[in-house]
């Protein structure tokens, strides 16, 4: 598929977390230094050697209780600011899709942040939440892929505790939102 026949979605509330969306998003946070989630990676492998977690039924509990309303309360924040950063300075739509990924891989050499992800969804016209479930997507599957290593976890037992960590995205998003909101309000 070329640039001219790619076609890229545009905002709608119905589109806001779509599949579609978050799938031309998650590219955008390839090549991040994951080192805010270094204690959750740490954590899965000593909870797997105590044997505490040793399975996706264990996995999946462990997410949904403790790793994702971390992950909603110290990193989702950090990516609405950077969405709300980038307001100023991105131009909306003025490029393709390829072209807006050709430029983030050129970027990712000096280090790629979240605010530079922010900055090419908002070219890219992609609706706030889709940006922020993509975000929170990549943190569950770098996560589910470390503590797969070290579990042994089966290719399907990962997709089901990311798929399930998933299914939590909006309700976390919202809340991301809410919080954010009533720190600018306060």
């Known amino acids: 598929m070329n640039d001219e026949t790619m076609k890229t979605p545009r905002a709608s509330a119905g589109a806001a977390f779509s599949t579609l969306w978050v799938a031309k998003l998650i590219p955008l946070f390839d090549g991040f230094d994951l080192a805010s989630l270094g204690r959750w990676t740490a954590a899965l492998e000593s909870l797997a050697c105590q044997g505490r977690v040793g399975d996706r039924a264990d996995l999946v509990m462990l997410f949904s209780e403790r790793v994702l309303p971390d992950l909603a309360r110290e990193e989702l924040p950090k990516a609405v600011q950077a969405w709300e950063a980038a307001a100023g300075g991105a131009e909306v739509g003025t490029e393709k899709p390829a072209s807006a990924t050709r430029r983030v891989h050129r970027r990712k050499s000096a280090g790629p942040t979240v605010l530079h992800a922010a900055e ?21 599957a770098r996560l589910v892929s470390r503590a797969s290593g070290v ?28 919080l954010q909101s009533d720190r600018v309000n306060a």
């Open 120 to 140: 090419e969804a908002r070219r890219l016209e992609a609706p706030r939440e889709a940006f922020l479930a993509a975000f929170l997507y990549d943190r569950v």
């Open 151 to 178: 579990m042994r976890l089966s290719e399907k037992a990962c997709r089901e505790v990311i798929r399930t960590s998933f299914e939590r995205a909006p309700k976390l998003v919202e809340a991301a939102l809410r």
